[in-house]
């Protein structure tokens, strides 16, 4: 039993992780002789290499052969093919002054049933990319796999009601495409429900991360259906308040119910030439199939659609299959929990095994161990300096050392308060050494408040738990307690989100139920077996915490480490009693520090990691032609200088780099290098009145991907309008309005206003043109672990003008 008692936590650890890693797994992809009616990634990888050979952007010249591509692929599977030429827009709700237009053509294949009168499911993918990037995750792989599902559905036969598959254009510019559809296509208004296809990486799991309106009976659906579900309803709470969109957010917008899913690991593949298809996860693919396809198929077949019930509580448990329900068993279940906690505060007080004031330091130090576990990792996350998107992606070349790393620190911060309140340590000096961690973080990058905060409630909270000695029956109970009140806090606020409370708390009550109403028995089977039983709910809870803990740091761990503290609090108790016979030994202090040193050993060495041929670091730099001066510049926007960049930046007699403005289109300083000015392709701006109306011409020259318009009025104008059309575009006197338009038509961009008295505009245009000039001064080769990013390597043209009346 000593020995069991020594090594219970270390191998609960052990299993838990591993089970939890294991259950991270990508399905095998099938074979391009698998069964007809299945979904085969090798099948829908010829349709991924096909699409995602070049960079593809709205606007682009090889945007047009993704199109022919498709629309022969779609032909082919005999949909009823129709392609919808119009205009999307966005406008910016953080600034009236910003307007974003592409000119999108669309392409809607209609799988027919038999029933069309029926409303029909669209499963919706987008066929743009980024600029410098082949997209062949983002999302080459979820219009590769709409295909695949359009082949499947057909060989299985007709369905009850059409299954229409809709690719957008211009997703990446602003979800420009979708906003088209959603606002303006007939085909639209037979839409009764959407599955959308999207990637933010090109490994992993695919993940089912939001769902519409009244998503209760969809969810049912779903996992019934899928194969493999991989979804938690905290991940979509949380998703609904975080400024990220897809193109299924018009879909939501407009009430339509819905699933919206992606893969997001190996990140530095996302919107990066890492996107390759041979880069690609076949598994990821698969997977996405394995939950699609069957879910389509059995929504096709529906006589009716899911109809809008309460918002479900759910979850897959370890990739295996998916529970789900409404939330009154939500409240069921938090009952029983809280049963099972008050019965064992009542039989342990009553028995004298725990005292109040113990199970109080008890809630005190589960608190601690989240603060002390999220002051750490904050004050790593600082030491990161992740402040601009070129340190971004430098981390992503190590982020499995980064996961790792803050996994390893979050262990050791948890093994060190329970091993501080098992020997009843002095407050003093964990006090003192959180206030100076929390104060540390104000010292790189400037004032933080956040560790400030946390330094303090560490503080606060080790002076209330420690200094006497905590048994494991009143640490654990406590430990219940809180838990207790965090889950009935979001049962009321944000029932999805107790899916990561509830569980782990109802498993941790039973187990201290059991031990407290079987305790004291002298059988050493019977402690043996009970024993076990612990580490073996031990073992399920810490599994299922590593995978919800993996996800959710691919989402945010880079913005902020702390978040793993959360899954450190949620995994305390049912490791409690385990964790409180090592930290009486005297390996305990010694344990937590060889996790503390690994932990920052990993950080450390992923914050040093430099770029090499298989996972390159970022670099963008590009030519820009001001034609309004005759000066030409090459220009870095990263803030800060590599290699190529170095060396690329100053031509043959030009100047060394230096951090400038280019107003309007640079306002803040960029690495800019005057360089001689070579031969371009001209836009034509021009300025008129007419009457009362303001008209603003921009004809661009051939091969512009996308226009850049901006005007500075000295007065009001009203009435603003685009090619004729009424827009959303507000001007104030002395402020730069912004219209950003991909994929101008040859025919050009005007705006107009209407005027009132004399005034006079101010208005510069930028358009971007693919590629180098043909006469400048070629940049040298990039180095194997550099990459290009953004609108690196292409030709930006500045023209201005101005008017008084």
Same mark, same amino acid.
């Given at each position: 039993?000593?020995?069991?008692?020594?090594?219970?936590?270390?191998?609960?650890?052990?299993?838990?992780?591993?089970?939890?890693?294991?259950?991270?797994?990508?399905?095998?992809?099938?074979?391009?002789?698998?069964?007809?009616?299945?979904?085969?990634?090798?099948?829908?990888?010829?349709?991924?290499?096909?699409?995602?050979?070049?960079?593809?952007?709205?606007?682009?010249?090889?945007?047009?052969?993704?199109?022919?591509?498709?629309?022969?692929?779609?032909?082919?599977?005999?949909?009823?093919?129709?392609?919808?030429?119009?205009?999307?827009?966005?406008?910016?709700?953080?600034?009236?002054?910003?307007?974003?237009?592409?000119?999108?053509?669309?392409?809607?294949?209609?799988?027919?049933?038999?029933?069309?009168?029926?409303?029909?499911?669209?499963?919706?993918?987008?066929?743009?990319?980024?600029?410098?990037?082949?997209?062949?995750?983002?999302?080459?792989?979820?219009?590769?796999?709409?295909?695949?599902?359009?082949?499947?559905?057909?060989?299985?036969?007709?369905?009850?009601?059409?299954?229409?598959?809709?690719?957008?254009?211009?997703?990446?510019?602003?979800?420009?495409?979708?906003?088209?559809?959603?606002?303006?296509?007939?085909?639209?208004?037979?839409?009764?429900?959407?599955?959308?296809?999207?990637?933010?990486?090109?490994?992993?799991?695919?993940?089912?991360?939001?769902?519409?309106?009244?998503?209760?009976?969809?969810?049912?659906?779903?996992?019934?259906?899928?194969?493999?579900?991989?979804?938690?309803?905290?991940?979509?709470?949380?998703?609904?308040?975080?400024?990220?969109?897809?193109?299924?957010?018009?879909?939501?917008?407009?009430?339509?119910?819905?699933?919206?899913?992606?893969?997001?690991?190996?990140?530095?593949?996302?919107?990066?030439?890492?996107?390759?298809?041979?880069?690609?996860?076949?598994?990821?693919?698969?997977?996405?199939?394995?939950?699609?396809?069957?879910?389509?198929?059995?929504?096709?077949?529906?006589?009716?659609?899911?109809?809008?019930?309460?918002?479900?509580?759910?979850?897959?448990?370890?990739?295996?299959?998916?529970?789900?329900?409404?939330?009154?068993?939500?409240?069921? %279940? *938090?009952?029983? /929990? &809280? $049963? +099972?906690?008050?019965? #064992? !505060?009542?039989?342990?007080?009553?028995?004298? =095994?725990? @005292?109040?004031?113990?199970?109080?330091?008890?809630?005190?130090?589960?608190?601690?161990?989240?603060?002390?576990?999220?002051?750490?990792?904050?004050?790593?996350?600082?030491?990161?300096?992740?402040?601009?998107?070129?340190?971004?992606?430098?981390?992503?070349?190590?982020?499995?050392? %980064? *996961?790792?790393? /803050? &996994? $390893? +620190?979050?262990?050791? #911060? !948890?093994?060190?308060?329970?091993?501080?309140? =098992?020997? @009843?340590?002095?407050?003093?000096?964990?006090?003192?050494?959180?206030?100076?961690?929390?104060?540390?973080?104000?010292?790189?990058?400037?004032?933080?408040?956040?560790?400030?905060?946390?330094?303090?409630?560490?503080?606060?909270?080790?002076?209330?738990?420690?200094?006497?000695?905590?048994?494991?029956?009143?640490?654990?109970?406590?430990?219940?307690?809180?838990?207790?009140?965090?889950?009935?806090?979001?049962?009321?606020?944000?029932?999805?989100?107790?899916?990561?409370?509830?569980?782990?708390?109802?498993?941790?009550?039973?187990?201290?139920?059991?031990?407290?109403?079987?305790?004291?028995?002298?059988?050493?089977?019977?402690?043996?077996?009970?024993?076990?039983?612990?580490?073996?709910?031990?073992?399920?809870?810490?599994?299922?915490?590593?995978?919800?803990?993996?996800?959710?740091?691919?989402?945010?761990?880079?913005?902020?480490?702390?978040?793993?503290?959360?899954?450190?609090?949620?995994?305390?108790?049912?490791?409690?009693?385990?964790?409180?016979?090592?930290?009486?030994?005297?390996?305990?202090?010694?344990?937590?520090?060889?996790?503390?040193?690994?932990?920052?050993?990993?950080?450390?060495?992923?914050?040093?990691?430099?770029?090499?041929?298989?996972?390159?670091?970022?670099?963008?730099?590009?030519?820009?032609?001001?034609?309004?001066?005759?000066?030409?510049?090459?220009?870095?926007?990263?803030?800060?200088?590599?290699?190529?960049?170095?060396?690329?930046?100053?031509?043959?007699?030009g100047s060394q780099p230096a951090r400038k403005t280019l107003p309007p289109f640079w306002r803040k300083p960029v690495w800019m290098s005057e360089t001689r000015a070579a031969p371009v392709d001209v836009p034509q701006l021009s300025i008129d009145r007419a009457e009362d109306r303001l008209l603003i011409r921009l004809l661009p020259a051939p091969g512009a991907e996308w226009v850049s318009l901006r005007l500075k009025p000295n007065g009001p104008l009203s009435q603003p309008r685009l090619n004729g059309r009424p827009i959303s575009l507000t001007t104030e006197a002395g402020q730069w309005s912004v219209l950003t338009y991909h994929a101008p038509d040859a025919s050009g961009v005007t705006l107009s206003f209407t005027t009132t008295g004399p005034g006079q505009v101010e208005v510069a245009a930028l358009e971007y043109h693919n590629g180098w000039p043909r006469l400048a001064k070629a940049p040298p080769p990039k180095p194997a672990g550099l990459m290009a990013f953004g609108m690196s390597d292409k030709t930006a043209v500045l023209v201005r003008g101005q008017m008084s009346w």
């Amino acid at each position: 039993m000593k020995t069991i008692r020594f090594l219970g936590v270390w191998i609960c650890l052990v299993i838990g992780l591993a089970l939890g890693a294991w259950s991270l797994r990508t399905p095998a992809p099938l074979p391009v002789d698998a069964q007809p009616t299945a979904f085969s990634a090798q099948r829908a990888m010829a349709d991924v290499t096909a699409l995602a050979q070049a960079p593809h952007p709205t606007g682009s010249a090889q945007i047009a052969k993704v199109r022919d591509h498709l629309l022969t692929r779609m032909s082919e599977l005999g949909l009823e093919v129709s392609v919808r030429p119009d205009q999307g827009f966005y406008a910016s709700a953080q600034n009236p002054r910003s307007l974003t237009v592409a000119s999108v053509q669309n392409l809607a294949g209609v799988l027919p049933g038999t029933q069309r009168d029926l409303p029909a499911v669209l499963v919706m993918s987008h066929y743009d990319s980024v600029h410098n990037s082949p997209g062949a995750a983002d999302d080459a792989a979820g219009v590769a796999a709409a295909l695949e599902i359009a082949r499947a559905l057909k060989a299985g036969g007709p369905a009850k009601r059409d299954v229409i598959f809709l690719f957008t254009d211009a997703e990446e510019a602003g979800l420009l495409g979708a906003d088209a559809f959603f606002a303006r296509a007939p085909l639209a208004e037979r839409v009764g429900l959407v599955v959308n296809l999207e990637a933010r990486g090109d490994a992993g799991r695919a993940a089912m991360f939001q769902t519409g309106p009244g998503n209760g009976a969809l969810i049912s659906l779903y996992a019934r259906a899928a194969k493999g579900p991989s979804a938690n309803s905290l991940a979509s709470t949380v998703y609904a308040k975080m400024p990220n969109d897809t193109d299924f957010t018009h879909a939501v917008r407009k009430g339509l119910p819905g699933l919206n899913l992606a893969f997001i690991d190996d990140q530095l593949a996302y919107h990066t030439p890492l996107a390759r298809a041979d880069h690609l996860e076949k598994g990821s693919l698969q997977h996405v199939g394995d939950q699609v396809l069957p879910t389509i198929r059995a929504l096709a077949d529906a006589t009716a659609l899911p109809p809008p019930a309460p918002d479900a509580i759910y979850s897959d448990v370890l990739g295996l299959f998916m529970v789900s329900y409404p939330p009154i068993v939500g409240w069921v %279940l *938090l009952g029983v /929990a &809280a $049963l +099972l906690t008050l019965f #064992a !505060a009542w039989r342990a007080l009553s028995l004298g =095994a725990a @005292g109040g004031w113990e199970i109080a330091r008890g809630a005190a130090g589960l608190l601690l161990v989240a603060t002390t576990a999220a002051l750490i990792l904050h004050l790593a996350g600082r030491l990161l300096m992740v402040r601009d998107i070129q340190r971004y992606y430098a981390l992503l070349i190590g982020f499995d050392q %980064l *996961l790792w790393g /803050a &996994a $390893l +620190l979050a262990i050791a #911060a !948890a093994l060190g308060v329970a091993t501080a309140m =098992a020997r @009843g340590a002095s407050r003093i000096i964990p006090c003192v050494v959180a206030l100076v961690l929390g104060g540390a973080g104000s010292l790189v990058g400037g004032f933080d408040p956040m560790g400030l905060g946390l330094g303090v409630a560490t503080a606060l909270l080790a002076a209330l738990a420690l200094g006497y000695r905590t048994d494991a029956l009143g640490g654990w109970i406590g430990a219940l307690v809180v838990l207790l009140v965090l889950a009935l806090a979001a049962q009321i606020l944000a029932p999805g989100a107790t899916v990561m409370l509830t569980w782990p708390l109802l498993i941790a009550a039973f187990g201290v139920a059991l031990v407290i109403g079987i305790g004291g028995t002298r059988d050493k089977r019977v402690a043996l077996a009970l024993t076990g039983l612990i580490g073996a709910l031990a073992i399920v809870v810490l599994a299922q915490l590593t995978a919800w803990a993996a996800f959710t740091f691919a989402g945010l761990g880079l913005q902020e480490p702390a978040v793993l503290a959360l899954f450190a609090m949620l995994a305390a108790p049912a490791l409690s009693p385990l964790t409180h016979d090592f930290a009486t030994t005297r390996w305990a202090w010694r344990a937590a520090l060889v996790l503390a040193l690994g932990g920052g050993g990993l950080l450390t060495a992923a914050a040093l990691a430099e770029g090499s041929a298989q996972r390159p670091a970022l670099t963008s730099a590009l030519h820009v032609a001001d034609l309004s001066t005759g000066k030409a510049w090459r220009v870095a926007e990263q803030p800060r200088l590599d290699a190529w960049t170095k060396a690329a930046l100053p031509d043959d007699g030009g100047s060394q780099p230096a951090r400038k403005t280019l107003p309007p289109f640079w306002r803040k300083p960029v690495w800019m290098s005057e360089t001689r000015a070579a031969p371009v392709d001209v836009p034509q701006l021009s300025i008129d009145r007419a009457e009362d109306r303001l008209l603003i011409r921009l004809l661009p020259a051939p091969g512009a991907e996308w226009v850049s318009l901006r005007l500075k009025p000295n007065g009001p104008l009203s009435q603003p309008r685009l090619n004729g059309r009424p827009i959303s575009l507000t001007t104030e006197a002395g402020q730069w309005s912004v219209l950003t338009y991909h994929a101008p038509d040859a025919s050009g961009v005007t705006l107009s206003f209407t005027t009132t008295g004399p005034g006079q505009v101010e208005v510069a245009a930028l358009e971007y043109h693919n590629g180098w000039p043909r006469l400048a001064k070629a940049p040298p080769p990039k180095p194997a672990g550099l990459m290009a990013f953004g609108m690196s390597d292409k030709t930006a043209v500045l023209v201005r003008g101005q008017m008084s009346w």
